[in-house]
Nanobody, 126 residues
Framework: QVQLVESGGGLVQAGGSLRLSCAAS????????MAWFRQAPGKERECVAA????????YYADSMKGRVTISRDNAKKTVSLQMNSLKPEDTAVYYC???????????????????WGQGTQVTVSS
């Protein structure tokens, strides 16, 4: 069992930056692929970025490429999402998610993730 707790959301002006963090419990964190998803009102939950268990491989949504960086620290059991040049359309609840299947190449498919955090609100004002 893995519990995930996100932090770092908030209100930021367009063009600003935020760093989201996710702290995980459980002894097998280092074997899990991790991802950040987001969900805006009335929209599907979508994968923003994902990282394989080793940290060697990452995935970024086309809409976020060049503006976000996902990273992980297996010793500290954390995964982070650095977001720069934020836009109003980035406003959403951001969720941390864990995939227990030990993927070296991370998946962007929501159904592949077993564990979810409670979410943190990111609001970008214009």
């Amino acid at each position: 069992q893995v519990q995930l707790v996100e932090s770092g959301g908030g209100l930021v002006q367009a063009g600003g930056s935020l760093r989201l963090s996710c702290a995980a419990s459980g002894r097998t964190f280092s074997s899990y692929a991790m991802a950040w998803f987001r969900q805006a009102p009335g929209k599907e939950r979508e994968c923003v970025a994902a990282i394989g268990w080793s940290g060697d491989n990452t995935y970024y949504a086309d809409s976020m490429k060049g503006r976000v960086t996902i990273s992980r620290d297996n010793a500290k059991k954390t995964v982070s999402l650095q977001m720069n040049s934020l836009k109003p359309e980035d406003t959403a609840v951001y969720y941390c998610a864990a995939d227990s299947r030990g993927r070296y190449y991370p998946s962007a498919i929501r159904e592949h993730y077993d564990y979810w955090g409670q979410g943190t609100q990111v609001t970008v004002s214009s």
